[in-house]
């Protein structure tokens, strides 16, 4: 505790800590890439978001007819919940994400 005085950077024994210089090469410049078009991106995310919506909806009426055949009258009740929970979530993005890829200017 007799070293609280000391700044945080400065060795134990007093001495200055040892800095790297920092030189400048003018002939190592970073690569920089072209720009990216942003609609790829976008095209891509509407389609997952399209994807995802057509394969929730794919696995839950699956779920549906899979439970009403066995029997199991009050697991169809509880999926009624789930798609009412996710469905809207999912289907304002889809809609937002449609929407904007269609309705861009080229």
Same mark, same amino acid.
């Given at each position: 505790?007799?070293?609280q005085?000391?700044?945080?950077?400065?060795?134990?024994?007093?001495?200055?800590?040892?800095?790297e210089?920092?030189?400048?090469?003018?002939a190592?410049?970073p690569?920089?890439?072209?720009?990216?078009d942003?609609s790829?991106?976008?095209a891509?995310i509407?389609?997952i !978001?399209i994807g995802?919506?057509? &394969?929730g909806?794919v696995?839950?009426?699956a +779920? %549906?007819?899979?439970?009403?055949?066995?029997? #199991?009258h009050?697991?169809?009740?509880s999926?009624e919940?789930? !798609?009412n929970?996710?469905?809207? &979530?999912l289907s304002g993005l889809?809609?937002? +994400? %449609?929407?904007?890829?269609?309705t861009r200017e #080229?």
């Open positions: 505790m007799a070293d005085g000391k700044p945080a950077n400065e060795s134990q024994d007093g001495d200055a800590p040892e800095e210089p920092v030189v400048f090469d003018p190592q410049r690569h920089v890439s072209e720009p990216r942003p790829v991106d976008r891509i509407a389609r !978001l995802m919506m057509a &394969i909806l696995f839950h009426y +779920a %549906v007819i899979t439970f009403e055949w066995s029997g #199991k009050d697991s169809v009740k999926l919940t789930i !798609l929970a996710w469905l809207p &979530i889809v809609g937002a +994400a %449609v929407t904007y890829y269609f #080229k």
